[in-house]
């Protein structure tokens, strides 16, 4: 299982620093019409892929570890790594690309790379070894925008993508691109992670459009800005159109392809069926267009097995070809590129924008939800410093009361002032969170025995004569009150001390 996409040809000439500007590439066909079968049941479908890749990223997490230290040491990683790292990647992003609906297409159980409607290629090279060092700490930028713009792609926006897909079939040109452009900086980010590519993750916003085109969205399936035209529609303005071939028809996704100037135009040709994802450009070198000249080449992208070649030559060694050999003729690298339309760009801020406001609004519900909850010694220490004020007016309540001597007034504002203490506390012990339900309920119980005690002082504090004082006073229950209380505090106590 190789890493790359084999380039036809001679040797590789020796290393150069190109090497190390070499992004991860990710190619996609496009969008196309979806079974609204497979787009109502897709996150169930997906399951056995979340089993598979579960593991798989076990392994990923160990042979990247593996990894990690021998390009600390050599400045290179080893073959087999790559080669795994790779197979993940690939597998990873189609399944991304199937759950995000970017394809209808089943992916296939394989590390290799298949021909699918999302592809994967990277280019392993040297690495600089203090990069690897804090790779990391290096990530951490990349991360903080992959997941703001996550937060915002891949909840409220891919729960409307998936009802537009649900009800149309297909999903609009420029949300497609938004989507394709959300999973290529995902993935370009775990291709930086597991250290297959020197290049720091971009491209959130697309590529810029080759010179001398107007329009061009190659690889990605975009469609022109205003939508696909009907037959006598208007085409983007100086682009290369089919000379005497038939125009596409109205539900034809039409990509055009970056072509030189003077260079060969597609000649006329049979007419593209309703379902067809066309790419007018001009061959490679050295290919010749297929049949006797009499139809269009439809350039290479994901679905038909024509793909571009973008990757070293032989292993272990990971040379790469020189500037010549690398660059690509430019209806080859087409396929590859992703440009975003005016209205795609404006999704992606909008991602942005919406991650934003949502991880804002989570964080707000997360401090409202952890507020009131603190540990088993916070809430100990809010008790013992709450009770100190109850404790004192119970235990000098007899020397305060036998100061009282025989004075009726004097004994009920003793009373009063020692039901108002015992009310603060309870309301204290009520409003203290505690660190679970067995300590929350004994508090209530403790705040319940706190409020009872504090009405009968409240009784007592309200008599008008010593005959109606002394009947409450024995009627009451005060004294087996005050235990009650006391032990419903040793209980709550004794919870906080056991959490």
């Not at 505690?434 to 005690?453: E, G």
């Not at 005060?478 to 209380?485: C, D, E, G, N």
């Amino acid at each position: 299982m190789s890493a790359y996409y084999a380039t036809p040809g001679g040797a590789p000439s020796a290393v150069t620093e190109q090497e190390q500007l070499a992004p991860v590439l990710v190619a996609f066909a496009g969008p196309a019409r979806q079974s609204r079968v497979t787009v109502l049941f897709r996150l169930l479908l997906v399951i056995p892929h979340a089993i598979v890749l579960y593991a798989l990223g076990i392994a990923a997490e160990v042979v990247a570890i593996i990894g990690w230290f021998a390009a600390l040491f050599t400045g290179r990683l080893p073959a087999f790594a790559a080669d795994y790292l790779t197979g993940y990647l690939r597998w990873l992003t189609r399944v991304h690309g199937y759950v995000t609906l970017l394809t209808d297409a089943y992916p296939p159980f394989t590390l290799e790379d298949a021909d699918y409607p999302i592809r994967v290629a990277v280019r392993p090279g040297r690495l600089n070894r203090l990069a690897v060092l804090f790779r990391l700490f290096l990530l951490i930028p990349a991360v903080i925008v992959q997941a703001v713009v996550i937060y915002g792609a891949y909840t409220v926006a891919l729960f409307v993508t998936w009802l537009i897909v649900l009800i149309s079939g297909r999903m609009p040109g420029a949300l497609y691109q938004g989507m394709a452009a959300v999973l290529r900086y995902q993935t370009r980010i775990s291709g930086f992670t597991f250290m297959l590519t020197s290049t720091y993750p971009w491209g959130l916003y697309g590529d810029a459009a080759p010179a001398g085109t107007t329009e061009f969205q190659a690889g990605s399936g975009a469609e022109p800005e205003d939508g696909p035209q009907p037959e006598d529609g208007p085409q983007p303005e100086g682009g290369p159109q089919p000379e005497g071939g038939p125009q596409a028809a109205a539900q034809d996704q039409v990509v055009y392809g970056a072509q030189p100037q003077g260079g060969p135009q597609p000649e006329g040709g049979p007419e593209p069926t309703t379902e067809d994802q066309v790419v007018y450009g001009t061959p490679p070198e050295g290919e010749q267009r297929p049949g006797s000249g009499d139809q269009p080449w439809f350039g290479p992208q994901p679905g038909s097995g024509q793909l571009p070649a973008y990757g070293a030559y032989a292993q272990p060694e990971y040379e790469v070809p020189t500037a010549d050999r690398y660059a690509a003729p430019a209806a080859g690298m087409a396929a590859w590129l992703l440009v975003l339309s005016a209205a795609a760009k404006r999704l992606v801020t909008g991602f942005i924008a919406l991650g934003v406001l949502l991880i804002v609004g989570m964080v707000f519900i997360l401090a409202l939800t952890t507020s009131n909850v603190v540990t088993a010694a916070e809430a100990s220490h809010q008790l013992r410093t709450a009770v100190v004020p109850a404790a004192n007016a119970i235990n000098n309540y007899p020397a305060n009361a036998q100061a009282c001597g025989s004075s009726l007034s004097c004994f009920t504002s003793l009373d009063r002032n020692v039901a108002a203490t015992l009310n603060t506390f309870a309301a204290q012990v009520r409003g203290m969170a505690m660190p679970s339900d067995q300590a929350s309920a004994q508090a209530t119980t403790l705040a319940d025995s706190i409020t009872h005690v504090a009405s009968i002082f409240s009784s007592l504090g309200a008599a008008t004569s010593v005959t109606q004082y002394i009947h409450i006073e024995n009627t009451s229950g005060l004294q087996q009150a005050v235990l009650q209380m006391n032990q419903d505090y040793i209980n709550l106590g004794n919870t906080l001390s056991n959490s």
